[in-house]
């Protein structure tokens, strides 16, 4: 894995300090950061990312932080979850602290909290205000599309931003994020009406939440707090992605085929591909199992893109709860698509 030099590390957290925006490898996805207690710059990466501004961002915080500095009630469930899986892919939601600038919250009176496992991220945050400061950072990708998993795609996304007098100073390459999706959020605010709120799943499962916390955490509702990878049509790449079930796969490619549009397709069970037609634009095959298939998944997604087929054919994947967090993702990339389908198949 690569490893940027601790020189590299240290300019990367004046650069933070001086107001600018900086993009890091967290085990998750790629993070774009900015100091989370300068409004300025937080509003930078609202400005990058092309991303409305009432979006809260989560703080990411060094092991050694303060919590408190930032939430102003820290439940008992809080405490729970830090123990049990921080560092790690965990975002916590909590009541902010007075000082919390809006820009950070999104106007609401709450913060998300993540302290990141990844040992960049660790040493990027120790470096940055001397451990005490929070890196706001939603991942480093354009508003809506797909999170970038490796440095070369968070400078794929943003070629115009990155450059010595640009809004992104520096790029820190930490090798490919091993989770490969975004962090479990779980909501912590409303605790006496709803308990615990799975906002967002992904890595840590409902399961694994329920076994510490004794409850199984509700799903998020329509009075959830926003959180802008819950909106439909998030985390998709330029090319409409289509979900069908693999017995239907075949005769849906020998259709697009008959129809003159160009496919690329993913599937993670090998007989699903092996019995196609040729003359497919692009297809890759993806580990028949969550936590390997959640790894490969948005690089993948950004591969098939690059085939500019008409569509991204992708083979549905099991419902059980083992796969949520890559079903959650995958059925907002494919939203809308059933009807792009409809009209492929349409306009031939
Ligand atoms: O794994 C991750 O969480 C990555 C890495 C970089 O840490 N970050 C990430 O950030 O996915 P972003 O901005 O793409 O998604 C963060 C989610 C958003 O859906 C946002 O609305 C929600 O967290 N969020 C942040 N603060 C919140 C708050 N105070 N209340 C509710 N939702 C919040
Ligand atoms: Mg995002």
Partial sequence: MPQPAQEQINLAARALEAGRLVAFPTETVYGLGADAENPDAVARIYAAKGRPANHPVIVHLAPEADIGYWAREIPAQAHTLIQAFWPGP??????????????????????????PSHPVA?????SFKCGKGG??????????HVSPTTAQHVRNEFEQEIHPGGLI??????????????????DLTRLASHGPVLLRPGHISASQLEQVLGVLPAAADVAAPRASGTLDAHYAPDTPVVLIAGAQLDDCVRQLLAAGKSIALMAHQAHVLHGLP????????????????AHDLYAALRTLDLAQADVILVQALP???????V????????????EVLGKLLKTS
Avoid: M
Avoid at 94 to 106: M, T
Avoid at 278 to 293: K, M, S, T
Avoid at 319 to 325: E, F, L, M, N, V
Avoid at 327 to 338: I, K, P, T, W, Y
């Fill in 135 to 144: 890196i706001a950072a939603p991942s480093a990708n354009k508003f809506g």
């Fill in 319 to 325: 419902a059980d709860k083992a796969w949520q967090g």
């Fill in 169 to 186: 100073a520096a790029v820190l390459d930490g090798g490919q994020s091993e989770v490969g999706i975004e962090s479990t959020i779980v």
């Fill in 122 to 126: 660790q040493a990027l945050l120790r």
């Fill in 327 to 338: 079903n959650d993702r995958l059925r907002r990339a494919a939203f809308d698509s059933r």
């Fill in 90 to 115: 965990l975002t916590l939601i909590l009541k902010r602290a007075a000082h919390i600038p809006d820009a950070v919250s999104g106007g609401q009176d709450s913060v998300g909290l993540r302290c």
């Fill in 278 to 293: 040729q003359g497919l634009a692009a297809q890759l095959q993806l580990p028949d199992e969550p936590v390997a298939y």
